[in-house]
Each structure stands twice: as structure tokens, then as C-alpha cells.
């Protein structure tokens, strides 16, 4: 799982360990040091690759209840090149 933020990376890896507390299977499945499996942000997925890809990104509103529209690094100057980086990293599927 490639996430387009470090928050939404946080996120997404504290649900996991949450439904792994349960699950021995699905625990070694998503074990750190396992090949299978990595939930990583946008930032630190270069030179990773996996048969499948999913990609997490979100958005909503702020505090204020205002439409955000921010998608972290790919907002930047050069965010196409990160997010080239994300899509290329799957070697079979892109989810």
C-alpha cells in the first residue's frame, strides 16, 4: 500500500496491526520484515516493488468544514515524478 501522505501511511498501518491483533494469518502476511507486504508513504517507496500496488490517497474537509483539494507531495513542483515512482512500483496490478 503506497499512501500519498506520511499521516494517511500512520493511519492506514495502525488499522492493520489493529485487524492482525486477531488474525495470525493475516499477522504473517503483514509482518515488517515480510516480502509480501508494506505500507509505505509516497516519499519512501522508491526502489520497492510488489505483484500488487494499491494506491491510498484522500481527502475531505478542514476544521473550518472547507474543501481541501491536497494530495501531499504530488501537489509540489515535480509531484508527477513521485507519482510516477508510485505507479511503476507494481509489477502485475495497480488497485
Known amino acids: 500500500i503506497i499512501a500519498f501522505s506520511k ?9 492493520i496491526e489493529e485487524l ?15 516480502e509480501k ?17 494499491i494506491l491510498s490517497f ?6 473550518e468544514g ?3 483539494r491536497k494530495f501531499g507531495p504530488i501537489n509540489s513542483q515535480g509531484g508527477e515524478r513521485r507519482l510516477n ?3 511503476t512500483r507494481a509489477k502485475h496490478k495497480l488497485i
Not at 507486504?37 to 500496488?53: C, Y
Not at 484522500?58 to 476544521?63: F, L, T
Request: net charge negative; proline share 0%; charged share 40%.
Open 7 to 15: 499521516k494517511q501511511a500512520s493511519a492506514i498501518q495502525k488499522k
Open 20 to 34: 492482525t491483533q486477531d488474525n495470525d494469518e493475516l499477522a504473517e502476511f503483514c509482518r515488517d520484515d515480510s
Open 37 to 53: 507486504f508494506f505500507v509505505k508513504n509516497l516519499e519512501n517507496v522508491q526502489g520497492d516493488e510488489a505483484d500488487v500496488i
Open 58 to 63: 484522500g481527502y475531505g474537509r478542514d476544521k
Open 66 to 68: 472547507k474543501f481541501e
Open 85 to 87: 515512482v508510485a505507479i
